[in-house]
Each structure stands twice: as structure tokens, then as C-alpha cells.
């Protein structure tokens, strides 16, 4: 590709409400590789972009990969730690924010941009904070905007300076002297070439004004910050908290707050098509027939219900019938959708797709369109095997994406369900996913499929037909069990000698000991080898739990008395799936097995010393969880594995809620 088109590629990238996730997809096609090892700007501005479309943890992935070419480039140094900012990993951004202001060499521009991001995470720790702290945290992020600010004279630090020194209890007049330098250096950045329509300066004199107590001009300004932001996610979410924040001291804020509606996010559930049976007329009394009048009514409704909600983000199977019209629906109003399946992806096309049948192979193309331009997650990439725990496992696991990422935007997370509420249903399904999701205290919303059904044909009673049988699995067959796993191992375990080894284990394997004594509930299984322990609980804040004690109790421990240094600590590996519950004829007790059990352990390795990093799957199950304190900050998609057998695992570091 000449470099005439890479420029015109990143000129695409520019324009309003571009498909940010199908250009990243056009990015990585052969012809682009040679420009993401050679050229920084690729990871910057599709960077910048993803941070702006509200996806901070893609942006965070694509800025690590273009470091692995250009490793010193401080853009994508500092990109790296406003991603994880905006995906509230706020230490780990504190920690690439300080090396980077420990560099002496950077420019003074540079330099006040990484300033601006340091007065920010602490901004961050002010609005998280409860107490008289909170004053303190203002105080310093007004003095690191001050000092970016008395660098470049640039009116992104004056404005964030003047909000957070209100915020401090500063004097009014020294607020009000900010906001009118913000405001006269923002007229003049407007008058750079391509900067009139820019949000954060339009966002700027919002703020700016509504500090200086005119309104109506606040107004003003920010109704045309939002119309330049083209619907972008992060861009709104970001101009909405600086408004929260202000409304604390300036009630008048709330006013203003109503131009910045962001969406829910759903998790949506369906009825899939039925199963076509030999007999011509067999499909007419079954719940969900193959009738492409039925199925453009239901496309009508679902429209009509996503005009009302005007959803953020998406969340559903892609299965034929309610899922797969809930998903071209989603792309076909621009928003972000997520693709999340039970097993393989050829089990998942003959169960829930095309059936392996040519009279429906036109799902499984509306199906590969769709996944083309979506978010996939995969609640195992194993087969289904007649397994139906998988389906249950895959609905907790949807739920608590969708909580996840609703949390992540400080959104509402809601259902969106095609519920036939009078045909039988399986152990698992749509009514499950649906029930579950209510006893968890959260609104939901539902479309009658049995009332479109007699509205498209009224012939047709509401049931008659008889319920799907259930999958059939082979005799002797032992179904797989959903656990949380937790493998863990003692950094400079290595350095020890033979005379050092028997204290250390005495010591070591008494604190697992006695962490285990004081777990809420006993593990299913304890093991050990070397350094290394293996422990499964049934429930995923039991595993939370354990492994925080255990950090905790082992980060105490005097391991000088033992001759190893006294950094040494442990790290720890947690993950959900299913596995194999089986007794152990070796050890003679019950033990657990599978491909799941093999990730959990891979996960242990990629984790920092002195910390417990979860797989997207456990961190899902865990939001799903009610009555815990623990937070899981998203740390970046990780390869896992070894030559014959890698996998991409999103991870995240999980913490109490205190810390």
C-alpha cells in the first residue's frame, strides 16, 4: 500500500460517526502490516479514536501492540495510560503517568498533556473518594493542572484547573480567573485551521461559562460540543462526569446535564427459530416457525423498542430468529455490539444457526456479516457436546459482560427479551435468562412473540405445539461443571537451596493453611506442588475472596528468615469455566480437569508480582454476584499458552473496593 492511501486510510478515521471496530478489521489486512511496524500513527490514531468511541480496553490493546514496534514513542506511552484511565485501572495509569514525567527529556508541550492526565487520575480518585481526603485529592489535581497550565498557557488545563480548585474550596475569584483564561484561550485555539468544530474546546466554553454562572451561554456552547461529538461514547461520558463533578458545588449544573444522554446498555435474549421438521406443516404450531412475515413483524418491534431505549451497547448469541434480528439492528443503527457464544463456533452454527440444513444457510451468512463487525466473546471455545450447564454458564456470563461494560460507561444495564410467555421451556432459555436476570434486581423489557405470532397469523392458536426436546447425551457421559480455579506460585521461588526449602515450605504452606481455616466457605479442592498451589471453589466470590487473603497474608511474610529476598511475593491466577468433576483414583479424592483448568493456569504466569489478575469470564460471573465489595479493572487482552496451544484471554486485575 502506498503511503498516498495509508494517509487516506487515517483521513477515513476522521470523519464523523465512522464504524471504528470495521476499519480496526480493515487495519490488520496484509497489506497494512508493514505500516503498523513502521509507522506510529496507525496505533495513535486508531488510539485515540477508540478512546473517544468509549472503548478504552480495545484502545489499550492496539496502543500495547504498536509499543512492541515503537517502544519509546511517548504518544502511545501516554495513550497507554489514558486507556487504562478510561477503563478505571486508575493505579496501574499512575504508574506509566509518573514514568513518563520522570523523563527529563520531554518537550514542554508533552509534558503538560502528561501533567493534565496526572491531574485527571486524581481527579478520578476524587470522585471515587468518601471523606475528608476528597479535599486533599482536589488540591493536588488543581495544582498539576496549574502547572501544565503555567507550561503551555493552553486552555484544556486552565478550565480542569478552575473546576477541580472549586472543587478544593478555592476563592471565587481565583475559579472565576481560570474559567476567563479558559475561555479567552479557547476563542483562540477555535481559530486554529480545523478547530472550530472541535468538542473539547465547544465542551471547554461550556464549562467554562457555567463556572462563571451564565447558563443560558453554557448551554449554548455545550449543545454544539455535543453535536460535534457525533454520538461518540467516551467523549460524552467524559464531558458528562465534569458536569456531575461541578453540580456538587453548582446545582445549576443539572440542567445541563440532559444533553449528554447515554444509553443503556442491554443484554438481549430471545427465542431462536424452530428446528424445520420433515412435514409441511409441523413448523406452523411450533413457537418460533421459519414465516418471514413473523419474522419481519418481530424486527418491527425490536426496532421499535430500540427507538425508545436508544441502546449504547448490545450484548446477545446471534442466534437465528430474536438474536440475530437484535444484532443487525444494532449495526444497523451504528452502536456496539457484542457477540457472545456458548461453545465452538461450528457447534454453535449447527445448534442455533443453520442446524447444518441448506434451506437456512442464509442465517449462517447474516450471521458471519454480523460477527464481521462485532465484539466476539466465547464463554468456552470447546465443543458442546450435548452439554446444557454450557447454556446456563453462557447466560451468567452475557449478564455480567453487560454489567461490566454498563459500569464501565456509569450507565444502566437492562434486558431486552422475545418471550413466548406461554410455550414450555427448557431447563435454560430465554425465561431462565430472563428470571435470572430479575431476581438480580434489574429492569428488563419484553416483547410478546406469542401475541405477534396470532397478529401475523390468527389461525394459528397461541401453543400448540410441543416443547424442543432436550439435547441427548450420550449414556456414561459426564457433564462439565462451571468452577472458579485459582493457581498461584512465590516470585524468586527459584533461588532457594536445599537448606533454605524446609522453612520456607513450613512457613509458606502454613499460611495457605491458615488462610483456608478463615475462607468463607472450603474449597472444593486444595493442591500443591513446590511453590505452586491449585485451589477450586464453587462460587466465584469465594475464589475473590481467598485470593486477595492470600495476597495479603503472603505479601507479610518475613521471607528474609528464609533466604530469599525481601521483595518476593506471590502472584496469583483466577478463572471460571467448566471442567470435570471426576474422582481421582491417584489421590483418592475428587479432582477437576479440562481445557479450563489448563487456562487457569496459564493465567498465573502473565500476572504481575503482588497481584491476582481474573479472565474475562471470571470477572463477568463476579458482577453478576450480589454482596461483595471486589472490583476487577481491565488490564489488556494477553497471550496465553505455549507454542502448540495459545489463546487470546482478556484479563483484569481484581481488588476489594476499598483499596
Not at 506510529?40 to 478512546?51: H, N, Q, S, T, Y
Not at 471523606?131 to 489535581?141: D, F, H, K, Y
Not at 430468529?321 to 457472545?340: I, N, P
Request: a negative charge.
Amino acid at each position: 500500500m502506498a503511503e498516498m492511501d495509508l494517509d487516506h486510510f487515517l483521513g477515513e478515521l476522521d470523519q464523523c460517526g465512522v464504524e471504528i471496530i470495521a476499519l480496526l478489521q480493515r487495519s490488520h489486512a496484509e497489506e497494512f502490516r508493514k505500516h503498523w511496524q513502521s509507522d506510529p500513527r496507525l496505533a495513535r490514531v486508531f488510539g485515540k479514536k477508540l478512546i473517544s468511541a468509549g472503548q478504552p480496553a480495545v484502545a489499550f490493546d492496539i496502543v500495547r501492540e504498536g509499543l512492541l514496534a515503537h517502544p519509546d514513542d511517548p504518544e502511545l506511552l501516554r495513550l497507554r495510560a489514558l486507556a487504562l484511565a478510561n477503563g478505571r485501572n486508575i493505579p496501574k495509569a499512575e504508574e506509566y503517568v509518573y514514568a513518563l514525567l520522570n523523563d527529563s527529556t520531554l518537550e514542554d508541550k508533552f509534558q503538560a498533556q502528561v501533567l493534565s492526565l496526572a491531574g485527571r487520575l486524581k481527579k478520578d480518585r476524587y470522585r471515587a473518594a468518601r471523606g475528608p481526603g476528597r479535599v486533599l485529592l482536589a488540591r493536588e489535581s488543581a495544582r498539576l493542572y496549574e502547572t501544565a497550565f503555567g507550561i503551555t498557557g493552553a486552555s484544556y488545563p486552565s478550565i480542569n484547573a478552575a473546576t477541580m480548585s472549586l472543587l478544593a474550596g478555592a476563592r471565587t475569584e481565583k475559579v472565576h480567573e481560570l474559567a476567563r483564561a479558559a475561555v479567552q484561550q479557547a476563542l483562540i485555539e477555535r481559530q486554529q485551521p480545523g478547530a472550530v468544530e472541535d468538542y473539547w474546546l465547544l465542551a471547554t466554553l461550556g464549562e467554562a461559562h457555567l463556572l462563571l454562572g451564565d447558563i443560558a451561554q453554557s448551554r449554548t456552547w455545550y449543545e454544539q460540543a455535543v453535536n460535534s461529538a457525533c454520538g461518540q461514547i467516551g467523549v460524552l461520558a467524559t464531558m458528562r462526569h465534569q458536569v456531575q463533578l461541578l453540580q456538587e458545588r453548582l446545582p445549576a449544573a443539572g440542567g445541563i446535564l440532559e444533553l449528554f444522554a447515554i444509553g443503556p446498555v442491554v443484554a438481549f435474549v430471545g427465542h431462536r427459530i424452530d428446528r424445520p421438521e420433515p412435514g409441511a406443516q409441523r413448523h406452523l404450531g411450533l413457537r418460533f416457525p421459519p414465516d418471514p412475515r413473523l419474522e419481519e413483524r418481530l424486527r418491527q418491534a425490536i426496532r421499535e423498542e430500540l427507538d425508545r431505549l436508544n441502546p449504547t451497547a448490545g450484548y446477545c448469541s446471534g442466534a437465528c430468529g430474536s438474536d440475530l434480528l437484535f444484532a443487525e439492528l444494532m449495526l444497523e443503527r451504528k452502536k456496539e455490539l457484542h457477540l457472545v457464544l456458548p461453545y465452538a463456533r461450528d457447534d454453535f452454527y449447527a445448534s442455533s444457526v443453520d442446524f447444518g440444513l441448506a434451506a437456512m444457510r442464509d442465517y449462517r451468512r447474516r450471521f458471519d456479516a454480523v460477527a464481521e463487525r462485532a465484539h466476539i466473546h466465547y464463554g468456552t471455545d470447546e465443543g458442546y457436546l450435548g452439554d446444557e450447564g454450557l447454556l446456563e454458564f453462557v447466560s451468567d456470563f452475557t449478564q455480567g459482560l453487560a454489567i461490566l461494560r454498563a459500569a464501565e460507561l456509569e450507565v444502566e444495564a437492562l434486558t431486552l427479551a422475545v418471550l413466548d410467555p406461554v410455550s414450555p421451556e427448557r431447563r435454560v432459555g430465554t425465561r431462565h435468562f430472563l428470571e435470572t436476570w430479575e431476581e438480580r434486581g434489574r429492569r428488563s423489557q419484553v416483547i410478546d412473540l406469542a401475541a405477534l405470532r396470532t397478529e401475523v397469523n390468527p389461525q394459528v392458536p397461541a401453543w400448540w405445539g410441543t416443547a424442543e426436546p432436550a439435547a441427548q447425551v450420550r449414556p456414561g457421559f459426564v457433564t462439565r461443571e462451571v468452577k472458579t480455579m485459582l493457581f498461584a506460585d512465590v516470585k524468586n521461588y527459584s533461588q532457594l537451596t536445599d537448606r533454605q526449602a524446609p522453612a520456607f515450605f513450613g512457613q509458606f504452606l502454613g499460611e495457605v493453611s491458615q488462610v483456608i481455616k478463615e475462607a468463607r466457605r472450603y474449597p472444593a479442592l486444595c493442591n500443591t506442588w513446590g511453590d505452586g498451589l491449585f485451589v477450586v471453589f464453587h462460587r466465584v466470590v469465594d475464589g475473590a475472596d481467598f485470593a486477595l487473603r492470600l495476597l495479603d497474608r503472603i505479601t507479610h511474610m518475613d521471607f528474609a528468615k528464609v533466604g530469599l529476598p525481601p521483595d518476593t511475593t506471590v502472584r496469583i491466577g483466577l478463572h471460571a469455566g467448566p471442567v470435570y468433576p471426576q474422582w481421582d483414583l491417584l489421590i483418592g479424592r475428587l479432582n477437576f480437569f479440562g481445557t479450563h483448568v489448563n487456562r487457569a493456569a496459564r493465567i498465573e504466569p502473565k500476572t504481575p508480582p503482588g497481584c491476582v489478575y481474573a479472565s474475562e469470564q471470571f470477572a463477568a460471573l463476579l458482577a453478576t454476584a450480589p454482596d461483595h465489595d471486589f472490583v476487577c479493572e481491565y488490564a489488556g487482552v494477553y497471550l496465553l499458552g505455549k507454542e502448540h496451544d495459545q489463546f487470546r484471554c482478556a484479563l483484569y486485575r481484581l481488588r476489594r473496593g476499598e483499596e
